[in-house]
């Protein structure tokens, strides 16, 4: 037992110390494009029954520091059994209005927004692929950009995303989402677990070993879209940024990029439970489970990671807990590296509650996905 500790935490804590050697060396962003030189840009946000956030995340997208000739919003309707449809046309009929006192001055331009309505599903193409690929039909921009709609993207998301596909052979490029924690340490908790998987993915994309893509803050080329023959072509899967983002790095020359930079940061919402933020991983790993040969056995190495000296606690208890100790401090100095890139702190609660959370989520999933191998989303059950 003692040896398999030795071998298991040693290679884990040396695996994450190279990310986070290689996050603290991230290269710096490429030089500002000539706004002549801009391409034209669609932002496309997949709803489904979203009345409750739409709006927060269309103001954030009529806010971008981007031409609004070059710039559109495209809100692909999944069939919403509440008010998102509704809303998200009010949006589009309304000009931002002129703030009081200030009658001489002109209304603010905006982009044109526009509400999609997603056909029913056929064969493979159903779910959110089926929704954004309307979208995408419905655009003939030359750069698409898609996140969700409990985001809300900082104001030069657009820009400081679009600029990374002056390089011709980028053609994905995929950011940071970050949750906006709240005062609860639950919050915190689930900030800190997203950065920590981006984190990972980010710089092994950037290493120039893509894993996946984040499908609430990612750039599409439309030609590398299309080289793929777009989610028509694609099998259908729970997580479609992963299966697209593996079909692009696998079948075409064009690069992943994924660099974490503030600019490019957008802002989602926390689950509001634990029961709903576990489901949220549940989701996560069946869709990646779904995909390419090597993911089952990275599941599985992260599931040995965290069982393993869990288990030793009882046979061997002094390994055990130094396995443990490293584990922390190695995750500890990746979320640091991680958070310094993006102006935050990390605290020592904090990351306790997180290696927590993250002991309690990996241990067991294997078991929840036996058990409950299906997935319910948004009232649908694949």
């Given at each position: 037992m003692t040896l398999a500790l030795a071998l298991v935490m040693g290679s884990y804590v040396a695996f994450v110390g190279a990310l986070a050697w290689r996050a603290s060396r991230s290269p710096a962003p490429g030089p500002?494009?000539?706004?002549?030189?801009?391409?034209?840009?669609?932002?496309?946000?997949?709803?489904?029954?979203?009345?409750?956030?739409?709006?927060?995340?269309?103001?954030?997208?009529?806010?971008?520091?981007?031409?609004?000739d070059r710039l559109e919003i495209l809100v692909a309707d999944d069939h919403s059994r509440d008010r998102t449809a509704a809303l998200v046309r009010r949006t589009a009929a309304q000009r931002v209005p002129v703030p009081a006192g200030d009658l001489d001055e002109m209304p603010v331009e905006v982009p044109s927004v526009r509400c999609i309505p997603v056909p029913d599903a056929e064969g493979s193409l159903r779910g959110k692929a089926n929704a954004l690929h309307a979208a995408i039909q419905a655009t003939g921009a030359e750069v698409l950009l898609i996140t969700d709609a409990d985001c809300a993207p900082e104001p030069t998301w657009v820009r400081a995303t679009a600029e990374q596909f002056a390089d011709a052979e980028v053609g994905i490029v995929c950011g940071l989402a970050r949750i906006e924690a709240g005062a609860g340490r639950f919050d915190r908790v689930q900030a800190l677990d997203w950065t920590f998987l981006l984190g990972a993915v980010s710089t092994l994309a950037e290493a120039g070993a893509p894993a996946t893509g984040m499908g609430n803050n990612m750039g599409l080329r439309r030609a590398a879209y299309e080289a793929v023959g777009g989610y028509p072509a694609l099998p259908f899967s729970v997580t479609e940024d992963f299966t697209l983002v593996r079909a692009v790095a696998e079948r075409t020359p064009w690069r992943v990029r994924f660099p974490i930079r503030p600019a490019t940061t957008v802002?989602?919402?926390?689950?509001?439970?634990?029961?709903?933020?576990?489901?949220?991983?549940?989701?996560?790993?069946?869709g990646g489970l779904s995909g390419d040969p090597w993911v089952p056995p990275a599941y599985a190495g992260l599931f040995v990671v965290h069982a393993l000296p869990l288990l030793g606690l009882a046979l061997t208890p002094g390994a055990a807990a130094l396995g443990i100790a490293a584990k922390i401090v190695v995750d500890g100095i990746l979320l640091r590296t991680l958070l310094r890139t993006v102006g935050s702190r990390l605290g020592v609660g904090d990351l306790l509650a997180f290696e927590a959370f993250l002991f309690g989520y990996l241990t067991t999933l294997p078991a929840a996905l036996v058990l409950q191998p299906s997935i319910s989303w948004k009232g649908r059950r694949h």
């Open positions: 500002t494009v000539p706004e002549a030189d801009l391409p034209t840009v669609a932002v496309i946000v997949a709803a489904r029954d979203e009345e409750a956030v739409i709006e927060r995340c269309l103001d954030a997208l009529m806010a971008q520091d981007y031409p609004v802002w989602t919402l926390p689950t509001a439970s634990v029961a709903e933020a576990y489901a949220q991983r549940r989701r996560w790993a069946r």
